[in-house]
């Protein structure tokens, strides 16, 4: 089945440790976003890349990183230094030709404690 | 600052409602829009989308939206809910020169009763 795949499905963390979040796509798609869901705040874009070894900062980067050494992997890594990192984290990509339509995957609900 | 506003943050809804939810956006010049859902415990998918042509658009399971340029907005209709609709619904713009980067609402969440 073609499609976003994010691992794992809940991340349990201690305050001041860093975890990474997997995204994996096998679409073929160029580009690849992590964006980050609160309640009543829609969709915040953290992190984009349009290309393998490129990517930008988004709309609330602060804390966080990414590296993008493959086409079909896109990992988002929460540092110690975002203030407030619970959060449920999605993955999406879509193709830089055409209608833009992004895909997502199933999510990452991240609990720091 | 430019944003995508959805001022509905809950609706509550018997089944056969008609069901009306407002996405208004503050961007000039030529958007695309989309309407996107996230049914409980599934992805977030799309549910339709303009990019031109005929502003009443209509999308998978009798949604539909009509985009209003003068207005800045692209409401979200269906004439009659049902209970599997329950579900959170963001509405989505992409701005003149963004590239490919969306901006979504903050989501409205629709609760159907049986």
């Known amino acids: 089945d073609g499609g976003i795949t994010q691992s794992p499905k809940y991340l349990f963390r201690k305050e001041g440790q860093n975890v990474t979040l997997s995204c994996e796509q096998n679409?073929?798609?160029?580009?690849m976003y992590w964006y980050r869901q609160d309640p009543g705040q829609g969709l915040r874009l953290i992190y984009y890349?349009?290309?393998?070894?490129?990517?930008q900062k988004g709309d609330i980067a602060e804390g966080y990183s990414v590296s993008r050494e493959k086409k079909e992997s896109f990992p988002l890594t929460v540092t110690s230094a975002q203030k407030n990192p619970t959060a449920f984290y999605l993955c999406?990509?879509?193709?830089?030709?055409?209608?833009?339509?992004?895909?997502f995957g199933p999510g990452t609900r991240l609990t720091v404690t | 600052a430019q944003s995508v506003s959805q001022h509905n943050h809950h609706v509550i809804l018997s089944e056969a409602a008609s069901l009306e939810l407002g996405c208004n956006y503050s961007?000039?010049?030529?958007?695309?829009l989309f309407w996107y859902v996230q049914y409980p415990g599934q992805h977030l998918q799309l549910l339709l989308k303009?990019?031109?042509?005929?502003?009443l658009v209509k999308g998978i399971k009798g949604f539909e939206a009509e985009f209003i340029k003068s207005k800045f907005s692209f409401n979200l209709r269906k004439p009659s809910v049902q209970w599997s609709d329950t579900a959170e619904y963001f509405c989505?713009?992409?701005?003149?020169?963004?590239?490919?980067?969306?901006?979504f609402g903050g989501g409205t969440r629709l609760m159907v009763k049986p």
């Open positions: 999406a990509s879509s193709s830089r030709q055409g209608a833009f339509e992004q895909y």
């Open positions: 679409l073929n798609h160029d580009a």
């Open positions: 890349s349009q290309i393998v070894n490129d990517f």
């Open positions: 961007y000039g010049g030529t958007v695309n």
């Open positions: 303009y990019f031109s042509g005929d502003p």
């Open positions: 989505a713009v992409l701005p003149p020169n963004a590239g490919n980067m969306l901006t």
